[in-house]
């Protein structure tokens, strides 16, 4: 059986065999990346991953406004109205068909 030194040195050898075949083959694979990118008119942009967060900017959602709904609820004192969305008022009370405004 081989001794703790012997196998130490061995280990050495080949780890310096590793890093000098990696090295050979790496400068082959860039040659061959940068020949692929000339080849289809790829620039590092277009290999890069992109970071997607929310809505992309710009979108038609987030710039057009929401526009105001209708009234269906309105107080004859003070001639304030709800459209019956969100939390109901104060003045709504328990009977709210009351202030309910007639649809033509």
Do not use: C
Request: no cysteine; hydrophobic share 35%.
């Amino acid at each position: 059986m081989a001794t703790y030194q012997e196998l130490m040195a061995k280990k050495q050898a080949l780890e310096a065999q590793i890093e000098e075949a990696r090295s050979t083959e790496v400068a082959g694979v860039i040659e061959q990346i940068r020949e692929l990118m000339v080849r289809y008119s790829l620039s590092p942009e277009d290999l890069a991953p992109r970071r997607r967060r929310g809505r992309p900017a710009g979108t038609a959602s987030a710039t057009t406004e929401k526009a105001a709904l209708p009234p269906k609820y309105m107080d004859p004192k003070s001639g304030k109205t709800w459209s019956g969305r969100g939390r109901a008022p104060a003045w709504l009370g328990k009977r709210p068909e009351r202030f309910l405004i007639q649809q033509e």
